[in-house]
């Protein structure tokens, strides 16, 4: 409308604003009134200002958080990949002597647990004292006496089956706790295994199977080759709990606090224990307490504590798993120094066993990525 329109009466046209220039997606947050001067400072518009830079919305986590269980970490809290192998591989090589030292030390299975449960508490406590992170609360204290408990009943356990059945079946079927695992992550850690994980948990399960079974059939050890490996399978199922309680609670406690916590309490449990069983604690030969050192140093340092330091980074079911490569060296150890055979039985059920645990570690390394598509 011209100069005319506007002497008849009419209404002045509207001067169109220049449109300003357009902003990234991800400084916008998706919504008109978002701060987009400061990214790290939040709006009405845009709520949380870290999550509006998000190009995609965060995966629910079910029921983990809201129940007080553990989600999987995010990409900046985790270990890196290298260091995570090299502590898996340190581990399962200290645990792999276990079995050994504990034949040639000739101390009673409550004794050599107390002590390397007392020493490995004394040695880490320092480092729990120095460390600046978290203390435990009440309820981390409940869990940390209930997690040393279930380590307490799996090294008596464990222990005392060395004696009754071969160290290959027993260090397999001590080891066969991610079925106990896998049964419980979900409803106490809303981490349930996934099909993957299941399936290399049921080979694992299998192999282990296999083993008992050649076990039943050995004439130098008879019948109660059987009641070791009960034994063993009970230990297995305490190595669970302590493995799923140490899953919930590393994730805001320190390695250190929580293995100096739980293997003092272990410590604790265990005294009474061989007092009452009639265990003597003391006048062992040099020997013997040679072995009880390598005990502490190698599968209770460099094996548990490393083992539970990886916690805050993998799954209590990937833990649980990779434990199960310790009978190779055990194996290999007690053929070589104690000339004990396995039996036939033994290479297709580890056979299983090792397919189990590739299985398991293929899974976890699929969810992971699928993890840091998300974050």
């Known amino acids: 409308m011209g100069r005319r329109g506007l002497e008849a009466g009419g209404a002045s046209p509207r001067r169109r604003r220049a449109p300003a220039p357009a902003r990234p997606y991800a400084l916008q947050g998706g919504n008109r009134n978002a701060n987009t001067t400061n990214r790290y400072v939040s709006s009405r518009g845009c709520g949380n200002c870290l999550r509006s830079i998000r190009r995609k919305p965060m995966r629910s986590r079910g029921r983990a958080v809201a129940a007080g269980g553990v989600a999987p970490l995010t990409t900046p809290g985790r270990v890196p990949g290298p260091l995570v192998a090299a502590g898996l591989a340190v581990a399962v090589i200290a645990i792999s002597t276990s079995p050994i030292?504990?034949?040639?030390?000739?101390v009673p299975a409550l004794a050599l647990a107390f002590w390397r449960c007392l020493a490995g508490a004394l040695l880490v406590a320092p480092f729990a004292l120095r460390g600046g992170r978290a203390r435990p609360t009440w309820r981390d204290a409940r869990r940390l006496a209930l997690s040393g408990a279930c380590l307490a009943l799996h090294f008596a356990l464990w222990n005392a089956s060395l004696a009754l059945t071969t160290v290959a079946s027993s260090t397999v079927l001590v080891a066969c706790s991610p079925f106990f695992v896998g049964l419980l992550a979900g409803p106490y850690l809303g981490e349930p295994p996934s099909r993957r994980g299941w399936a290399g948990i049921a080979l694992t399960i299998a192999g282990a199977a296999l083993i008992a079974l050649g076990d039943a059939g050995a004439v130098d050890l008879g019948p109660r080759a059987l009641l070791g490996d009960a034994m063993a399978f009970g230990g297995a199922a305490a190595i669970a709990g302590y493995f799923l309680i140490g899953r919930s609670v590393r994730r805001h406690l320190a390695a250190s606090t929580y293995a100096a916590s739980v293997?003092?309490?272990?410590?604790?449990?265990?005294?009474?224990?061989?007092?009452?069983?009639?265990?003597?604690?003391?006048?062992?030969?040099?020997?013997?307490?040679?072995?009880?050192?390598?005990?502490?140093?190698?599968?209770?340092?460099?094996?548990?504590?490393?083992?539970?330091?990886?916690?805050?980074?993998?799954?209590?079911?990937?833990?649980?798993?990779?434990?199960?490569?310790?009978?190779?060296?055990?194996?290999?150890?007690?053929?070589?120094?104690?000339?004990?055979?396995?039996?036939?039985?033994?290479?297709?059920?580890?056979?299983?066993?090792?397919?189990?645990?590739?299985?398991?570690a293929r899974g976890h390394g699929r969810r992971s990525l699928s993890d840091r598509a998300v974050d």
């Open 263 to 360: 293997y003092g309490v272990a410590a604790a449990v265990l005294l009474p224990a061989s007092l009452i069983g009639g265990a003597p604690l003391a006048g062992y030969r040099t020997g013997s307490w040679l072995a009880v050192g390598g005990v502490v140093a190698g599968p209770q340092l460099l094996g548990h504590t490393v083992f539970n330091a990886l916690l805050s980074t993998l799954t209590a079911d990937v833990v649980a798993v990779v434990g199960l490569t310790e009978p190779v060296g055990a194996t290999l150890l007690a053929w070589a120094f104690f000339r004990e055979l396995p039996t036939p039985w033994f290479w297709p059920g580890a056979a299983l066993v090792l397919a189990g645990v590739w299985l398991v």
């Open 101 to 106: 030292l504990v034949r040639v030390a000739h």
